[in-house]
Nanobody, 122 residues
Framework: QVQLVESGGGLVQAGGSRRLSCAAS????????VGWFRQAPGKKREFVAT????????YYANSVKGRFTISRDNAKNTVYLQMNTLKPEDTAVYYC???????????????WGQGTQVTVSS
């Protein structure tokens, strides 16, 4: 069982930056792909970015491409989501998830964190 804890959320002005972290409890974290998803009030959970075990394969949603960067440090059992040029429409609860492969489909991930709120003010 992998436990994931997100951190780094908060209130930020439009145009600003924020870095989210997803820390895992397991040293085998390096054997999992990790995805970031987000859910805004009244909306479905949507894919943001994903990274495979080695960091060599990365996918982004079109809405964040060029603004967000996903990375991982397997020595620290942590995956990061650097968010730049934030927009009010980025406001959501951000979740990280671990699974076997870097996928854009949320249901294919096995483990989920509790989420961290990101609010972007205009």
């Amino acid at each position: 069982q992998v436990q994931l804890v997100e951190s780094g959320g908060g209130l930020v002005q439009a145009g600003g930056s924020r870095r989210l972290s997803c820390a895992a409890s397991e040293r085998t974290f390096s054997s999992y792909a990790v995805g970031w998803f987000r859910q805004a009030p009244g909306k479905k959970r949507e894919f943001v970015a994903t990274i495979n075990r080695s960091g060599g394969t990365i996918y982004y949603a079109n809405s964040v491409k060029g603004r967000f960067t996903i990375s991982r440090d397997n020595a620290k059992n942590t995956v990061y989501l650097q968010m730049n040029t934030l927009k009010p429409e980025d406001t959501a609860v951000y979740y990280c998830a671990a699974g076997g492969f870097a996928q854009v489909t949320a249901t294919l991930y096995d483990y989920w964190g509790q989420g961290t709120q990101v609010t972007v003010s205009s």
